[in-house]
T-cell receptor, first 112, second 112 residues
Framework: GNSVTQMEGPVTLSEEAFLTINCTYT??????LFWYVQYPGEGLQLLLK?????DKGSNKGFEATYRKETTSFHLEKGSVQVSDSAVYFC???????????FGAGTTVTVRA | SQTIHQWPATLVQPVGSPLSLECTVE??????LYWYRQAAGRGLQLLFY??????ISSEVPQNLSASRPQDRQFILSSKKLLLSDSGFYLC???????????FGEGSWLTVV
């Protein structure tokens, strides 16, 4: 079956530091890959997505590239801000599958 | 529009009482609808999904149930709440044929 593994947190960074959150997956076929962000007390927001190999999703300074050869979709941001403090979830959805498979989530705290 | 309305936003209920969480969505017809739960400090668990009116699939056996009386309405219910039902409940949607799932703002349930 499908599964997503993402690096365990919590991750604590200083403002303007570089952020990487690793995500690897196991799936049949060619899934679509997603990163969601959950700010404190809120629901999940779609941060970015990629639907095929070598696609790069980007939004709000975050980027992730769909790497089929390494089955990875690592999230990166070059210079984080305090407002980026949140929980980040990696997820996948296989073609013809109705549901998302989520990673466990990574809590990121950015200090001023 | 991907608007998803969930209510109530916050709920405190005694053990053994009933539950009804409602979700309505706007936008295209025949969306796929989902209920997820997020327990404190844990990841996301898919509870139910629906591909059409009256069509409900349960992912996890428990004392919760779901119904879809109208195309854009999805209700999560329980006849008797347990302490372990406490958590953050998220309604979500994806458009028919689409691969992206969008989430509502969530409902906080505390069973006391």
């Amino acid at each position: 079956g499908n599964s997503v593994t993402q690096m365990e947190g919590p991750v604590t960074l200083s403002e303007e530091a570089f952020l990487t959150i690793n995500c690897t997956y196991t799936a049949t076929g060619y899934p679509s890959l997603f990163w969601y962000v959950q700010y404190p007390g809120e629901g999940l927001q779609l941060l970015l997505k990629a639907t095929k190999a070598d696609d790069k999703g980007s939004n709000k300074g975050f980027e992730a590239t769909y790497r089929k050869e390494t089955t990875s979709f690592h999230l990166e941001k070059g210079s984080v801000q305090v407002s980026d403090s949140a929980v980040y979830f990696c997820a996948l959805r296989s073609l013809n599958d109705y549901k998302l498979s989520f990673g466990a989530g990574t809590t990121v705290t950015v200090r001023a | 529009s991907q608007t998803i309305h969930q209510w109530p936003a916050t709920l405190v209920q005694p053990v053994g009482s009933p539950l009804s969480l409602e979700c309505t969505v706007e936008g295209t017809s025949n969306p796929n609808l989902y209920w997820y739960r997020q327990a404190a400090g844990r990841g996301l668990q898919l509870l139910f999904y629906s591909v059409g009116i009256g069509q409900i699939s349960s992912e996890v056996p428990q004392n919760l149930s779901a119904s879809r009386p109208q195309d854009r309405q999805f209700i999560l219910s329980s006849k008797k709440l347990l302490l372990s039902d406490s958590g953050f409940y998220l309604c979500a949607r994806s458009d028919w044929g689409g691969n992206t799932i969008y989430f509502g703002e969530g409902s906080w349930l505390t069973v006391v």
